[in-house]
Nanobody, 123 residues
Framework: QVEVVETGGGLVQAGGSLRLSCVAS????????AGWFRQAPGKEREFVAG????????YYMDSVKGRFAISRDSAENAVYLQMNSLKPEDTAVYYC????????????????WGQGTQVTVIS
């Protein structure tokens, strides 16, 4: 089981930025497409963004397009999420996981989730 540690969350005012990091425990993480997910209180988990193995393909949910950017560093077994122009509705716990598919976009019922990182955006 590849374990991940998500960091970088925090409290930020609307319009601000945060950069989330996800570092995996094993090199296997760099061999599949990975993604960022989020879950707000009382809501289902959402697939926010995904990135292919070599970074040439990305996916973003509609509400974050143009504001968020996903990237990865395979040498570091890491995936990042740059979040700009944050809105209160972006408030959630953010998780990374994989594998994901980008064509078509789909993800799976993972048995493992990291602890996530809390993002709170205040107006």
């Amino acid at each position: 089981q590849v374990e991940v540690v998500e960091t970088g969350g925090g409290l930020v005012q609307a319009g601000g930025s945060l950069r989330l990091s996800c570092v995996a425990s094993a090199r296997a993480f760099s061999r599949y497409a990975a993604g960022w997910f989020r879950q707000a209180p009382g809501k289902e988990r959402e697939f926010v963004a995904g990135i292919s193995v070599n970074g040439d393909k990305t996916y973003y949910m509609d509400s974050v397009k143009g504001r968020f950017a996903i990237s990865r560093d395979s040498a570091e077994n890491a995936v990042y999420l740059q979040m700009n122009s944050l809105k209160p509705e972006d408030t959630a716990v953010y998780y990374c996981n994989g594998p994901v598919d980008l064509v078509p976009v789909q993800y799976y019922g993972y048995t493992y989730w990291g602890q996530g990182t809390q993002v709170t955006v205040i107006s």
